[in-house]
């Protein structure tokens, strides 16, 4: 189904996973340690072109800013897009809401620059928190609106939409919030398992 194909994963931390800090061979950045690791092993056989495009700290506007130099020169098949986490961030400890910060339209813009500069297919996955330590507990109502911000501008782009929060927060709820996160944010190597499995199932149909 992938086989052959260049895949590039963009996003924040949480797909960077310290990939600048693995290198494969000379030039080209590692994996590093999170989902896309694990989606490349699970796409081992397949022998598809995979890229860790993450990167620590980025807003859907760093993203916008590297998005030449990240994605479309490669020109790449399909584009697996997970932010939102950073941005929730800014809102809350500027006091911006998140119209006032643009997300929305940057997002949206994201993807129109990826429909019209590549022919790949694209898979949006939504941001998520974890209500432990208790201070997320009040993110959770920004990061719904993120998700569901996301989730619009991959209806109108015609893009695969995977919420992510509900999902890793039933599996918490199920074996602890410790076994999923290591902060409420970042995630253990068994939550990257969760994504990578998602990621999986539903890429067949992009």
């Known amino acids: 189904m992938l086989g052959g194909k260049k895949i590039i994963f963009l996003g924040d931390s949480i797909t960077d996973a310290g990939h600048n800090f693995q290198p494969v061979r000379e030039g080209e950045p590692g994996l590093g340690d999170g989902y896309v690791r694990r989606i490349a092993a699970m796409l081992h056989g397949e022998e598809a072109d995979i890229r860790n495009a993450g990167h ?6 760093g993203l916008l ?24 961030a800014v809102c809350m400890n500027t006091g911006r809401t998140l119209d006032e910060t643009g997300f ?17 297919r694209i898979l949006c996955m ?7 330590p208790l201070e997320y507990r009040n ?24 919420p992510l929060h509900d ?22 190597e068994r ?3 969760i994504i990578a499995c998602e990621w999986i199932k539903r890429v067949e149909f992009i």
């Not at 929305?104 to 790949?120: F, H, P």
């Not at 993110?139 to 995977?162: D, V």
């Not at 602890?176 to 944010?185: A, R």
Request: charged share 25%; net charge negative; proline share 4%.
């Open 139 to 162: 993110w959770i109502p920004l990061i719904r609106e993120i998700e569901a911000a996301e989730q619009e501008a991959a209806r109108e782009a015609g893009a695969l939409f995977i």
């Open 126 to 132: 939504g941001p998520f928190i974890f209500p432990c």
């Open 104 to 120: 929305a339209e940057s997002y949206k813009s994201l993807l129109k620059r990826i429909r019209e500069g590549t022919r790949a």
């Open 65 to 88: 800013r590297m998005l030449e130099w990240d994605c479309l020169r490669h020109s790449p098949d399909v584009v697996s897009i997970l932010v939102g986490c950073n941005d929730a």
């Open 167 to 188: 999902l890793l927060n039933r599996e918490a709820e199920a074996v602890g919030y410790d076994q999923i996160t290591v902060d409420g944010i970042h995630l253990t």
């Open 56 to 61: 620590d700290g980025f807003t859907v506007q």
């Open 191 to 193: 939550g990257a398992e």
